[in-house]
């Protein structure tokens, strides 16, 4: 199992972007590499990372509102939000133009950040990264026709159908879901949006890297970016799952610093 209690980053502090106090860390020199964490993570999860990378680089992680140190979004925000707050924190920081490194849903922002504004990123490391609709399943249309009732049950049938859709809540919905707590229309804001369109739209080179074992984010989505992207290569990361940078760390830094010196 993938372990995230690494120890945080030094000294991460706190600026304000978007009108939100933002938590971050901002350590070495060089070029600048923005680092961009998963859902219901934080930077903290990137600590061997930074501590490896602060070497060569100047490397800034920064927690997305609502998880970690930051604030909570005042609404429920879209990718594009998390987009504007990402360029925020860049303005935040003197950073002009970066190359960034986006995991899973940080992948989501990074995507949409480089199609929209091509000329703010160098290099593109999406690290099993979300963006790619879920393939039609059996499954996945039971799921989503019990959810529909449910919805139609709370809206219609008084308390009894509230403590219906609970139950069925309980059953069909992901982790991430029931754990975004104050966050979850902003997570089904999120994941009902397809990037593939902005993917094409792509100008930065771009590094893919999976872990094999990935069942949140599978291998095919990687694959399927590579397709898109117009200049991309996928490494696939045995021994690894969703977080393949901790899983297989060695190699995982290997690759990336030879992707960005390239």
Do not use: C
């Not at 990378?53 to 429920?76: E, W």
């Not at 898109?228 to 021994?239: E, T």
Request: cysteine-free; proline content about 7%.
């Amino acid at each position: 199992m993938t372990s995230l209690s690494a120890p945080p980053p030094d000294d991460p502090t706190f600026l304000t972007a978007g009108g939100l106090r933002v938590r971050y860390v901002s350590v070495g020199q060089g070029k600048p590499l923005l680092l961009m964490h998963g859902w219901g993570t934080s930077l903290d999860t990137f600590a061997g990372l930074i501590e490896d990378l602060r070497r060569l680089y100047r490397v800034i992680a920064f927690d997305f509102p609502g998880h970690g140190g930051s604030d909570l979004p005042p609404a429920t925000w879209t990718v594009d939000d998390f987009v504007r707050l990402t360029l925020d924190v860049m303005a935040g920081l003197g950073v002009e133009r970066a190359s960034m490194l986006g995991h899973s849903f940080g992948g989501r922002v990074a995507i949409k950040l480089a199609a929209a504004y091509p000329d703010r990123v160098d290099h593109l490391v999406l690290v099993d990264s979300a963006g790619v609709p879920p393939r039609r399943t059996v499954r996945r249309i039971l799921k989503r026709t019990a959810s529909r009732l449910a919805n139609a049950a709370g809206r219609h049938l008084g308390p009894p159908g509230r403590a219906v859709r609970r139950r069925i809540v309980a059953r069909i919905a992901s982790t991430d879901y029931v754990n975004a707590g104050p966050l979850r229309d902003t997570f089904l804001a999120i994941v009902k949006e397809d990037l593939r369109p902005a993917m094409v739209r792509i100008a930065a080179p771009t590094l893919l890297v999976w872990g094999e074992s990935d069942a949140d984010t599978p291998p095919a989505d990687g694959r399927e970016m590579e397709r898109l992207i117009p200049n991309a290569s996928l490494l696939v990361l045995k021994s690894a799952g969703h977080f393949a940078y901790l899983d297989q760390h060695g190699r995982f830094r290997l690759a990336v610093l030879a992707f960005l010196d390239d």
